[in-house]
C-alpha cells in the first residue's frame, strides 16, 4: 500500500463547476499537508499549506484536512480553464521528507 | 525575486552514457532537493541538501547517481551510466532554513529521456 493515495483522473468538469480532489494516507505522523500545481513541462507550484486538521481558504481555493480518517480535500470554486493541470497532494511528518501523490489531471472546458 | 534554476531542459542520451543537470536555487536559501517524476507519478526524492551537507540520500541510487552541492549554493546531479528506466523529469527545489520540508519552491525541471 503506498503512503499516499491520489486518483490519477483525468477529471474533466466544464467552466464554473466546482471541483473536489482528494487523497487518503495511511502515516498518522503527517501534519503538514500540501496542494501543489503542476502545469505541462513546468515544476510543481506550492498551491495551498495546512498545518494538522482543519480548512483552509484562499481566493477561489479550499483545502481541508481531515486526520482522524486520514484524509485531506482541495475545493476549487468557479474553475476556469486556466485551472486545467496536475494537482499534487503532498504531506510530511516534521523533519521528514515530503511524500507526494501522484497527481489527479484536471481539465476545465471552456 | 528569481526562482529556481534549472538546466538543461530537455536532454536525449542512449544507455550507458553520463548525463549531467545543474541547479541554482533561490538566493538565501539553504537547503536543496533533487527530486525524481517519472511520468504519471508524483516526485520521489533522491537527496537533500542543507547548506553543503547531505541530509537525505537514503533514496538515491549511488552506483550510478551522485550529487554535490560544494559551495553550498548551486548543485549539480549526475548520472553515469544511465538505463532506460532513467528516463524522467529531474526537478530541483529549494526551501529556506532548515528542518521539515514544507512549502519547496520548484524548478522547471530537466526532461531526460535515456534511449
Known amino acids: 500500500q503506498k503512503e499516499v493515495e491520489q486518483d490519477p483522473g483525468p477529471l474533466s468538469v466544464p467552466e464554473g463547476a466546482i471541483v473536489s480532489l482528494n487523497c487518503t494516507y495511511s502515516n498518522s505522523a503527517f501534519q503538514y499537508f500540501m496542494w501543489y500545481r503542476q502545469y505541462s513541462r513546468k515544476g510543481p507550484e506550492l498551491l495551498m499549506y495546512?498545518?494538522?486538521?482543519g480548512n483552509k481558504e484562499d481566493g477561489r481555493f479550499t483545502a481541508q484536512v481531515d486526520k482522524s480518517s486520514k484524509y485531506i480535500s482541495l475545493f476549487i470554486r468557479d474553475s476556469q480553464p486556466s485551472d486545467s493541470a496536475t494537482y499534487l497532494c503532498a504531506m510530511s511528518a516534521r523533519g521528514n521528507k515530503l511524500v507526494f501523490g501522484a497527481g489527479t489531471i484536471l481539465r476545465v472546458k471552456s | 525575486e528569481a526562482g529556481v534554476a534549472q538546466s538543461p531542459r530537455y536532454k536525449i542520451i542512449e544507455k550507458r552514457q553520463s548525463v549531467a543537470f545543474w541547479c541554482n536555487p533561490i538566493s538565501g536559501h539553504a537547503t536543496l532537493y533533487w527530486y525524481q517524476q517519472i511520468l504519471g507519478q508524483g516526485p520521489k526524492l533522491l537527496i537533500q541538501f542543507q547548506n553543503n551537507g547531505v541530509v537525505d540520500d537514503s533514496q538515491l541510487p549511488k552506483d550510478r547517481f551522485s550529487a554535490e552541492r560544494l559551495k553550498g549554493v548551486d548543485s549539480t546531479l549526475k548520472i553515469q551510466p544511465a538505463k532506460l528506466e532513467d528516463s524522467a523529469v529531474y526537478l530541483c527545489?529549494?526551501?529556506?532554513?532548515?528542518?521539515?520540508?514544507?512549502?519547496?519552491?520548484f524548478g522547471s525541471g530537466t526532461q531526460l529521456s535515456v534511449l
Open positions: 495546512t498545518y494538522s486538521s
Open positions: 527545489a529549494s526551501r529556506s532554513g532548515g528542518g521539515g520540508s514544507e512549502k519547496l519552491f
